[in-house]
C-alpha cells in the first residue's frame, strides 16, 4: 500500500493542502497536517471528491453531450441494423480506428495469423466505441496501467478458483489472447474457448470475466459473432436458454452469482476495473472491484474475447442486467437493493432476448442497450459508491452566530469551505484572511450568498465577572468613613496619620518614605474613621490613584511652609475624578515659615476655597509635629462623612477591594483587604483577582487575630492561593465559584497580554508559534518611491504560506514620524525603514509604544529578515527525527532502475523515510526512497543489521560508500495558549 502526504496529494489533484485535509476530515479520516501521510484509500477519497466537485463545473457541457452523441449513437446503430452484413460493419469500425493503433494491432496479430486481426481490429473499435460512449456518460476514461496491474492478478488468483476452466493465469497481450480466441470462433471449431479465456485475464470487464468462465462447445454462432464487438453480448445472452443446456457449470455459477450479487456489492465501492475475473463469480469479483470506473473501457476492449463464452454464463442474467442502471439510480446504498433492481432489467432482456439465435450484427441494438446499460451501471455504480455517498455534504439551513466570527469558524459552521467565504467576502468587497474576525452583519451577508440564515447568539455572559449584590434599603446601616491622606512628599502625611493613631510609621520606613498603601481604623468621638495612608511619592501615581477610588473622603495635605506642589494638584485631581470630598489638613502650622493664609489662597486658585474666604472646603491648620488640630479635623472628617450617609449591610457575603498585598515568607501571600460591604469571616472563600482561598486567618490594623471584619474595616487576610494586585476587588463567593472564576480570569488575563502585545521581529517566531499572529503587518518607509514600491513587491512575494501572510498597513517616502509610530501601534505592525531613519519623537513615542523599527541600507537584507522570521514562525511545526543510518556498498543496475545496494548500520530504515545521501559528510541529495526491498519483496523497513536494496526517487548519482541517513519529519503539537 502506498503512503501519500498531503501535500502530495494536493500537488498530485492541483487544489492545496487545506482542500484535501478537509475533504479527508469530512470523511472521518485523521489528519493532521499537510505533511500527514495517507494510503490508498484515502488518496481515492480524495480523488473521487476532487473530481465530483469539479463535475458541475462541466455538467453542461455533458449533458450536452449526453444529448447529442447518442443520437450520433443511435444514428450509428440504426445503420447498423440495417446492414446485415457483419463485416462490412467491421470494416467501417476498421476505418474509424486510427491508423496508430491499427498498426500496432498487425505488428502484433503477424505472429497469430491474418484470421484474427479483423477480428482484433473489430474488437479495438469497439473499445473505441465503449470509450466513447464512457465519455458521453461523463465516466471518466483513462487507461491505467497501474490499475490493469491488480487486476492482472487478481485474475490470476481467479482463475486457480475456478476448477471447471484450467485456465492459466493470464501474462499476455490482450491482441495475442483475442487473436487466439478469435481464431477458435472464426474457424467454427466451436472447441472450448478456453484458449480464448486463458487469456482473457487483460479484460478488465467484468462482464468478460464472467463470460470466459463458459467454455460452451455447443455455440458457435455466438462464438463468432461475439468477437466481432462486445455489442453482441445481448445476442450470447439471447442464446443462453439454448446453451444453458450445454454449458451447465458456467450457468450454474452464474445464476448464483447474480443472486449473490447484492452482497458481492456491499464491497463493489472499488472498482470495476477489477472486475475481470468472471461473472460466474461475480458476486466474488465484484468485492475486488477496486475502484474506478475510469479504467473499464480499456478493459472492455478485450471483451470481444470472451464473450464468445458469455451467453452461458449470462444464464440468468438478463433479468440483472438490462435496466439495472436505471433502478439503482436511485440505490443509495446501492448494495442491499441491487437484487431488487433486477427487478428493472427487463430492457436488457428484452434486447438480448431479440438477439436470440441470431448474429452478432442483428443484434446491434442490444449491443447498443447493453452498452448504455454498461454505461448506466457505471453510472449507478458511481452513485452507489459508498466513499461518494459519505462525502455528501449536508448544509445547514441557519446558523448562530455570536457578535463577531471569525471566517474559519464561519464557514465550518455552513460546511463550506474557507476558500469558498473568502471568495463570497472578496465579492462583497471584504478582503479578509482565515483567521480574521467578521461581525455579525457581515456573517448574514456571506450566509445569504450561501442560502443560509444566520442567527445572532445572545451576548455572551462574561463569567470572570462577579454578580452584584443588591441590598434593601432596610438592611443598610452607617458605616465609618474611608479616608485617603494624600499629598506632597515630605508634606507630613504619614506625621499626621502617626499622631492620629498615635503610633509611629514613619521610624520603621525605609528611607523614611512611605512605599505602600497602609490602612488604619481610629476612634473619634466613639466613631470609627478608616485611614488609607497613600504614598507620596511620585512613582506611584498609580496607587494613589487607586487609594482615592475606594475611599469616602480625602484629606489632602499642604504643608503650611511650602504651599500647593505638583503633586498635591495632582492629589487635587484624583479626589475630584472619583468625586470624593476634599478635607484640606493645612500642616506644619509650628513651623516658622508657616503660611497658612497663601496656602488657602493657591488652593483657591484651584478652585478649592476655604469655608472662610466663602467657599466649601473645610481648611483645618494643623501640625503633626505639635499635635496640634488633630481633633478638628477628625471631627471635620466625621461632619464629612455625615452628610455623605455612609452605609452597607453586614448581613451578607462581603466584597472589598485589596489596598496592598504581598508574598510573607512565612505566611504565604498576605492581602491587607478593606471591606466596603458585607462581612468577612474566617473560613469564607474568597477570590480577589486570579487569587483565590479560604480565609484562614485575619488580623486588624492592631495585630490583632479577628474572626469577622465588617463594613470598613481594613485586615490583613492570610489563605489566598496568590498574591492580589492592590486595588483588585475581593468577594465571597461558594468554593466551587471562586475557583472557577479564578481560572477563568486567568485565561482571559493571558489572551489580553498576547492581544496587546506588539509584534517585533525578534519575537515574530515565537508569536506566530503560539498563533497570536496570523498576518504579518508591516508599514514601510523609504528614501524614494522607487525603493518603496521593490520593498513592498518583495515582501509580498512572501507571501507563499496561508498560515502567515504580510500585510503593508501602510507605505510612504520619508522618515519615520510619530504618526507612522502610532499607526504601526494601532496596527500592530512593524516599522521598516529602507535608507530612512526615525525621528526624535517618533523613537521616542516607539519606545513607548513598543512598536520595533527596523532600519535597512540593503533591500535584500530587508526581505532576508522578514523571510527568516517568517519561516522561523513555521519551522518549529516539525521536527526531525533520526531512523537510522544505511551504508551503500553496491550500486547495481538494472534496466529500470539503479538500486543501491545497502546495509543498515544503524536503527532502521522504512519505505516512507525521508532521507539524504551523505558523501564525507556533505549533502549530496535529499528526497524520498522510491523502494525498499529485501531480496526481491518489497518491505516497509528494514532494521539495523540487515541488507536491503534501495532506490531513490529521481536520484540516481549515489555512490559506493555514500550514506543514507533516514529520518521523518515529526509534528510538534501546537502550543497551549
Ligand atoms: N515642623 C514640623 N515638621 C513636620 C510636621 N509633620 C511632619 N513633619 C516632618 O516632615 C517630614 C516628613 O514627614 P512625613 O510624615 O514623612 O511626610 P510624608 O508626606 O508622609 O512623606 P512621604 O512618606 O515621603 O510621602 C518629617 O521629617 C516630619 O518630622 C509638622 O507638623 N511640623
Redesign the pocket.
Known sequence: MSKYRIYDLAKEFSTDSKTVLSILKTHDVNVKSHASTVGDDERKIVENTLMQKKKPAVAPKKETDKVNIPKTENHQENNKKSDTNKQNKQKSFNKARSAQSKQQYEKKQTYRGNGNIKTTVQAQDNNKMHSNENKETANTVSVNKAAERPYRSQQAAEHNDQKNIARPVATHSAVATRSDHNGANVENKNSNNRAGQENRPNHANRVNQGRTTSPNNSRPGQGNSRPASQGNRPTSQGNRPTGQSNRPTSQGNRPTSQGNRPTGQSNRPTSQGNRPTSQGNRPTSQSNRPASQSNRPASQGNRPASQGNRPTSQGNRPASQGNRPTSQGNRPTGQGNRSASQGNRPNGQGNRSAGQGQNAGQNRNNRKNWRNSRNNRNNRNNRNHPVQQKQEIIRPKVIKVGENISVKELASKMTYTVTDVIKKLMMLGIMATINQEIDFDTAVLVAAEFNINVEELPPEVDLTEIPEIKDEEKDLLPRPPVVTVM????????????VIRKTSV?TS?AG???QHIGAYQVMCKNRKIVFL?T???EAFTAMRARGAQVTDIAVL?V?ADDGVMPQTLEAINHARAAKVPIVVAI?????PGANPEHVKQQLAEHELVAEDWGGETIMVP?????K?GINDLLEMILLVAEMQELKANPNREARGIIIEAQLDKGRGPVATVLVQNGTLHVGDSIIAGTAYGKVRAMINDRGEKVKKAGPSVPVEVLGLSDVPAAGDEMAVLEEHLVRTIAEKRIGKQRTELINNKKVSLDDLFQQINEGNIKDLNILLKADVQGSLEALQSSLLGLNKSDEVRVSIVHSGVGAVNESDVMLASAANALILAFNVRPDANARKLADTEKIDIRTYRVIYEAINDIEAAMKGMLAPKYKEVIQGKVEIRQVMKFSKALVAGSYVVDGKISNTSKIRILRDNIVVHEGQIESLRRFKDDVKEVAAGYECGITIENYRDFKEGDVIEAYTMEEIAPQDL
Open positions: 499629598g506632597h512628599v515630605d508634606h507630613g502625611k504619614t506625621s499626621l496619620l502617626d514613619t520606613e523614611g518614605i512611605t495612608d504614598p507620596g511619592h495635605v504643608a500642616n506644619k502650622i509650628d513651623k494643623v501640625s503633626a509635629k505639635k496640634m
